[in-house]
């Protein structure tokens, strides 16, 4: 199974893969506007039987199969089948809603399937790819498909916000979950790209989107943008889950670019505005962070207690990493790694940016460097 955000490279990964094997692959997409069925999938399946009959094998690539209702099970039923006639098929499932995906996989699937995530691309990888600086990154994030179009910005944004932004909330959230109010949903989302990096309650969410609805679908709602790779809620760190699940979200994008399309800010604002960039830094550290938890490598958390506040909390294997990021725009509430570290067994503490690690350096290695 890989699994991950849209435009992340799923599929050219996929496909770059298959091209050097040297067996047959059938490579199919379930992403059309009208939703197919399971038939459709056996179908798919007995022809990608037919090319491995006699042969040294085959691969069948099922792309946006969670579009599917009740596509594990079915899936479930022709590999059992497979395995024990001993077919040489091998089955590649590819998504971009990761939240629907791991469903399906854990109802379904258990033990029979390997999954192979795709966050959104890192500083490192787009400058490997496309030669960025951290300014660049800092503005349009790690979509790589829009790379080639940030020499006119203004259709680099109209690229984000139509082929990106709108095809994942229709596409991938509205069209496969039941959303009672898809305008709030909307709003939601735009909200957590505005206030990214700060801490709202769901009461003054409900304030701000003005709207009748409750805290228990704002929640559900943040819920399925976080599954969908587009925005998060980081929950309170409080050691003890109940509490936990309790707290208000600190809001947090998980693709940076989001954050500019949204405000309508272009590269020259994120650089010269210094309370924005500082918001950018921020809200980039988050999302190298919150990926790295998405793909299941950390938890990750934010602290505050009697005016003192840690950006950031990673919980890895019961190691606890306390980060603070130095942004450069004014701090809304005091730094607090030492009354964190007095209350709770802390492996490290960590300071991004100002004197402490440089921001380039942070967002250029992996997470896991920085835990153990």
């Given at each position: 199974?890989?699994?991950?955000?849209?435009?992340?490279?799923?599929?050219?990964?996929?496909?770059?893969?298959?091209?050097?094997?040297g067996?047959?692959?059938?490579?199919?997409?379930?992403?059309?506007?009208?939703?197919?069925?399971t038939d459709?999938?056996?179908?798919?399946?007995?022809?990608?039987?037919?090319?491995?009959?006699?042969?040294?094998?085959?691969?069948?690539?099922?792309?946006?199969?969670?579009?599917?209702?009740?596509?594990?099970?079915?899936?479930?039923r022709?590999?059992?089948?497979?395995?024990?006639?001993?077919?040489?098929?091998?089955?590649?499932?590819?998504?971009?809603?990761?939240?629907?995906?791991?469903?399906?996989?854990?109802?379904?699937?258990?033990?029979?399937?390997?999954?192979?995530?795709?966050?959104?691309?890192?500083?490192?990888?787009?400058?490997?790819?496309?030669?960025?600086?951290?300014?660049q990154?800092l503005?349009f994030?790690?979509?790589?498909?829009?790379?080639?179009?940030?020499k006119?910005?203004?259709?680099?944004?109209?690229?984000?916000?139509?082929s990106l932004?709108?095809?994942?909330?229709?596409?991938?959230?509205?069209?496969?979950?039941?959303?009672?109010?898809?305008?709030?949903?909307?709003r939601?989302?735009?909200?957590?790209?505005?206030?990214?990096g700060?801490?709202?309650?769901?009461?003054?969410?409900?304030?701000q989107?003005?709207?009748?609805?409750?805290?228990?679908?704002l929640?559900?709602?943040?819920?399925?943008?976080?599954?969908?790779?587009?925005?998060?809620?980081?929950?309170?760190?409080?050691?003890d889950a109940?509490?936990?699940?309790?707290?208000?979200?600190k809001?947090?994008?998980?693709?940076?670019?989001?954050?500019?399309?949204?405000?309508?800010?272009?590269?020259?604002?994120?650089?010269?505005?210094?309370e924005?960039?500082?918001?950018?830094?921020?809200?980039?550290?988050?999302?190298?962070?919150?990926?790295?938890?998405?793909?299941?490598e950390?938890?990750?958390?934010?602290?505050?207690?009697?005016?003192?506040?840690?950006?950031?909390?990673?919980?890895?294997?019961?190691?606890?990493?306390a980060?603070?990021?130095?942004?450069?725009?004014?701090?809304?509430?005091?730094?607090?790694t030492?009354?964190?570290?007095?209350?709770?067994?802390?492996?490290r503490?960590?300071l991004?940016?100002?004197?402490?690690?440089?921001?380039?350096?942070?967002?250029?290695?992996?997470?896991?460097?920085?835990?153990?």
């Amino acid at each position: 199974m890989v699994a991950g955000p849209r435009q992340v490279g799923k599929s050219t990964l996929v496909q770059q893969v298959t091209d050097q094997l040297g067996v047959p692959v059938r490579y199919v997409s379930a992403d059309e506007p009208t939703l197919r069925g399971t038939d459709w999938i056996s179908q798919q399946w007995d022809a990608a039987r037919l090319e491995a009959a006699g042969k040294a094998g085959a691969v069948l690539v099922l792309d946006e199969v969670q579009k599917i209702p009740a596509w594990s099970e079915t899936v479930k039923r022709l590999w059992d089948e497979d395995t024990r006639k001993k077919r040489p098929l091998k089955v590649v499932l590819l998504g971009s809603a990761p939240l629907l995906i791991a469903q399906g996989l854990t109802e379904s699937l258990a033990g029979r399937f390997e999954t192979l995530r795709l966050p959104h691309w890192s500083l490192a990888e787009m400058r490997e790819a496309f030669g960025w600086s951290l300014e660049q990154y800092l503005c349009f994030g790690g979509y790589p498909g829009a790379a080639p179009l940030i020499k006119d910005p203004a259709r680099w944004s109209r690229y984000i916000a139509d082929s990106l932004i709108e095809t994942s909330i229709s596409r991938d959230v509205l069209l496969l979950t039941r959303v009672d109010k898809p305008a709030l949903l909307r709003r939601l989302f735009e909200l957590a790209c505005r206030y990214s990096g700060q801490i709202l309650s769901y009461t003054k969410m409900l304030g701000q989107l003005h709207d009748a609805g409750n805290t228990t679908t704002l929640a559900h709602y943040l819920d399925l943008l976080a599954g969908a790779g587009m925005v998060c809620g980081l929950p309170k760190y409080a050691g003890d889950a109940v509490r936990t699940r309790g707290s208000s979200p600190k809001l947090q994008v998980l693709n940076t670019a989001l954050m500019t399309v949204t405000t309508g800010a272009g590269l020259e604002e994120a650089k010269s505005d210094r309370e924005f960039r500082g918001r950018l830094v921020e809200s980039a550290v988050g999302a190298h962070l919150a990926n790295a938890a998405a793909a299941g490598e950390c938890e990750l958390f934010y602290w505050r207690d009697r005016g003192q506040e840690v950006d950031f909390i990673v919980r890895c294997r019961n190691r606890l990493v306390a980060i603070e990021v130095k942004s450069g725009r004014a701090p809304q509430a005091h730094s607090g790694t030492a009354a964190f570290a007095a209350a709770f067994k802390v492996r490290r503490t960590l300071l991004v940016g100002g004197d402490g690690v440089p921001v380039e350096d942070f967002l250029g290695r992996p997470v896991g460097e920085w835990i153990d």
